[in-house]
């Protein structure tokens, strides 16, 4: 059984700040170290329930978070910024299943840390097929074009009730209660890891026997339209061919599958800068 963990910073163990995620800095450093034990307590989980082929994918920032030296040697890692699947870069490979740890909510959720869409400065909303979605609802719709489930999710309450809503059946840990957006009610990490470890193994036997959330199945072709924070972001984003100026912030553009949506929202996202 092969297993996509992919894996964000935000959500991860006593994490309230922009500070504590941005690369190079002091805070980083401590907490790219609780990032990597985190996943690790997820691998162990799912080891221990019969797992045999593990990739992990580092999807924050620029991708070179988790300390590979100390990354459970069962899993594989993919690391670096611009991969043809970005957050969940190996879900075309013949994963089974996956999850997501240390993700955050949606852009412009309360009591949420460091909500936001992709991009904190670009990016206001999301919808997918009508529906507004963060980056749990995008990931988690290529993973369902794979056909590929995801199982168990990781974050504060928000991102989880988000999960709960959108994937029927996911298996959900609680890691801090938001209390703002740089506030939280935070427990020991180690708490946090046996927990983990604990939900990671309950996810995957779940799985195994037929009592797990489902692939996400988005009708297409797929409609998304995206509202950036600001009108010269908009003049960027129309200069692509085939999108759709709605108003002075919102493009809509439309895709015959759901990886061609993901690629093209990553360009708008880039050109949006």
């Known amino acids: ?18 500070n504590q995620v941005t690369p190079d800095s002091t805070e980083w450093q401590r907490f790219r170290r609780i990032m990597t034990q985190e996943v690790n307590a ?89 529906l507004a979605v963060g980056e749990t609802g995008l990931n988690a719709a290529v993973c369902g074009h794979f056909n590929v489930p995801v199982i168990l999710l990781t974050g504060d309450q928000s991102v989880t009730q988000e999960a709960q809503a959108l994937i029927p059946g996911i298996q959900t840990v609680l890691i801090k209660k938001a209390t703002g957006r740089f506030s939280a009610e ?21 799985f195994k026997n037929g009592n797990s959330s489902k692939p996400i199945n988005n009708a297409t072709p797929i409609d998304m339209e995206i509202e950036l924070q600001a009108s010269e972001m908009a003049d960027k984003v129309a200069l692509i061919p085939g999108l759709k100026r709605i108003d002075g912030l919102k493009i809509q553009f439309t895709c015959d599958t759901m990886p061609e949506a993901y690629l093209t929202f990553r360009s708008i996202v880039q050109m949006a800068g």
């Open 1 to 18: 059984m092969k297993l996509l963990i992919a894996v964000d910073m935000e959500g991860i163990s006593g994490v309230v700040t922009w």
């Open 42 to 130: 997820a691998i162990r989980g799912a080891c221990d329930a019969g797992v045999d082929e593990i990739i992990v994918t580092d999807g924050h920032w620029r991708g070179d978070n988790i300390i590979i030296e100390d990354l459970d040697k069962r899993a594989k890692l993919n690391c670096g910024g611009t991969s043809p699947f970005s957050m969940i870069q190996g879900v075309d490979q013949g994963v089974d299943i996956a999850f997501f740890i240390g993700y955050h909510a949606m852009m412009g959720t309360p009591n949420a840390i460091l909500d936001h869409t992709w991009s904190s400065t670009r990016i206001t909303r999301v919808k997918l097929n009508g």
């Open 186 to 206: 935070c427990v020991s990490p180690i708490e946090n890891w046996i927990t983990i470890e604990k939900a990671a193994k309950q996810a995957v036997i779940a």
